[in-house]
Nanobody
Framework: QVHLVERGGGLVQAGGSLSVSCSSS????????MAWFCQAPGKEREFVAA????????SYADSVKGRFGIVRDSANTLVHLQMNRLKPEDTAVYYC??????????????WGQGTQVTVSS
């Protein structure tokens, strides 16, 4: 069983940076494709970024390309989403997800509880 926990959300000014991380109680995430999604109030949960098992292939939503980066740590127990040049429209709850397919859809087996990211203008 994979129990995902996100950390690192918070409040940041527009143009600033923030990093959120995802772990599973120190267990290896090597066997999973990992992804981040976000959900703003009144909107559906949307794909943000994904990284394959080896960490050598990534996919990003057009809205975050060039600003966000998804990486795995060398021990494969953490997945980070580095968010740069943040915009007020990036404000959302950010969810970590783990699954078996490298996809931008919500077809992931495991989800974290989410962490709030708020970008002030």
């Amino acid at each position: 069983q994979v129990h995902l926990v996100e950390r690192g959300g918070g409040l940041v000014q527009a143009g600033g940076s923030l990093s959120v991380s995802c772990s599973s109680s120190g267990r290896s995430l090597r066997g999973y494709v990992m992804a981040w999604f976000c959900q703003a109030p009144g909107k559906e949960r949307e794909f943000v970024a994904a990284i394959n098992r080896n960490g050598d292939s990534r996919s990003y939503a057009d809205s975050v390309k060039g600003r966000f980066g998804i990486v795995r740590d060398s021990a494969n127990t953490l997945v980070h989403l580095q968010m740069n040049r943040l915009k007020p429209e990036d404000t959302a709850v950010y969810y970590c997800a783990a699954g078996s397919q490298f996809t931008t859809t919500r077809d992931y087996s495991y989800w974290g509880q989410g962490t709030q990211v708020t970008v002030s203008s």
